[in-house]
């Protein structure tokens, strides 16, 4: 049977999304199509309605959707695909729920430029923080109050039922909002942030500080998500700032997927340093594919943060090779992350007609 493409038009052109044109349209990001239409092939549009929500207004959330499909794929977890919601219905090695999640900007919001063709930092980092937790939170909020025809929420159905909730998010509500790592949402989350102290030795102690609530134009929302007795059924988040179609492309390159042309892809950011009395992240460069580039998985660009209050929790491993953020027993939180974790990155792509830029993404 020919599976269709992801691209063969839906719409036409002037009702199809800028970012998907631009996406479909660049020589640049080829091996991305290819990858994307590859593993399509093994999606079950359970609604039919995939491509053309693709290709017009739920773009970025179908691609956050493909890229987790990817990774289900790749940590080899065993989907039943029978049941419509929600979204992935794991059964092994560690059965749970999953409800994908995104941000997204208001209707008469300003349209976010294309992935493919812009990279934004934002100008007011303290601003950009603020409304990302507050779209990340409504984004949360929406799927915890969701309810069917039945009045039953996600986690309430017989296939749900007695199973760790996750809910997996990423941040689309305007054109920096991928530039924030994770550590935004942990703080969120959990109602602390972390204090850093060098003594005189330049050993370097964290110490956690309360947050009460959050504020952004005049708005409030209490801070501690977890602590809430609303989210008492939400077994743990699962964050990603970079699954995108630049991270597609990187991938594609990497394993030699699509290539029609000379192609470099170069990647630069910043990621998790090793170093125990490092304050700040470390810088990374590369070119997609080098040998000593490092190895990308669709996992890379992941967190877990797990409730320590939820009913149904989530075992720890249940997401091979992500990140994993957890309150500990003495009230440290802990990330612990295996290999390379990127923080924030930007891709730029030079074929031989031209540079094209990518986007802010990743932790």
């Known amino acids: 049977m020919h599976m269709p493409s992801l691209f063969a038009p839906k719409v036409p052109d002037n009702k199809a999304n800028p970012l998907f044109l631009n996406f479909r349209d660049s020589p640049a990001f080829r091996p991305a199509r290819v990858l994307m239409d590859a593993i399509y092939s093994q999606y079950r549009d359970k609604d039919g309605s995939f491509i053309q ?26 989907i039943d695909e029978s049941f419509v919601f929600p979204d992935y219905v794991i059964t092994a090695p560690h059965p749970m729920a999953i409800e994908a999640a995104t941000s997204q900007p208001a209707e008469n919001a300003p349209k976010v430029q294309s ?19 507050f779209q990340v ?41 991928l530039f924030y790592s994770d550590a935004v949402i942990i703080q969120y989350l959990y109602g602390q942030r972390p204090v850093g102290e060098h003594d005189e030795l330049g050993t370097l102690t964290i110490k956690s500080e309360s947050i009460g609530t959050h504020h952004w134009k005049g708005r409030e929302i209490p801070s501690g998500l977890f602590d809430l007795p609303e989210a008492a059924d939400l077994s743990a988040v699962l964050f990603s700032n970079g699954s995108t179609v630049s991270q597609f492309n990187r991938i594609a390159v990497q394993e030699g997927i699509g290539l029609s042309e000379k192609i470099i892809v170069m990647r630069l950011g910043t990621c998790l340093n090793r170093d125990p009395n490092a304050s700040e992240p470390a810088p990374f460069e590369y070119i997609v594919g080098e040998a000593d580039a490092p190895y990308e998985s669709f996992s890379q660009v992941l967190t877990v943060m797990h409730n320590p209050n939820a009913k149904v929790p989530l ?4 997401f091979p090779n992500v990140a994993e953020c957890r ?20 891709t730029q792509i030079l074929t031989s007609a031209k540079r094209h830029e990518g986007e802010v993404d990743e932790q």
Request: hydrophobic fraction near 45%; charge should be negative.
């Open 327 to 346: 309150l500990e027993d003495d009230g440290r939180l802990s990330v612990i992350s295996s290999g390379f974790h990127p923080f924030t990155s930007i």
């Open 115 to 133: 992935a493919a063709v812009s990279s934004v930092v934002p100008s007011d980092l303290v601003e950009g923080q603020r409304e990302l937790v």
């Open 315 to 318: 075992p720890d491993g249940a």
């Open 53 to 78: 929500e693709f290709q017009t207004r739920g773009f970025s959330a179908r691609v956050w959707e493909l890229s987790l499909f990817a990774y289900l794929q790749e940590a080899e977890l065993e």
């Open 137 to 177: 939170a409504k984004a949360l909020r929406r799927k915890l109050l969701h309810r069917n025809a039945a009045g039953l929420a996600y986690w309430q159905h017989p296939h749900t039922a007695g199973r760790p909730f996750v809910i997996a998010v990423e941040a689309f509500h305007n054109s920096s909002s």
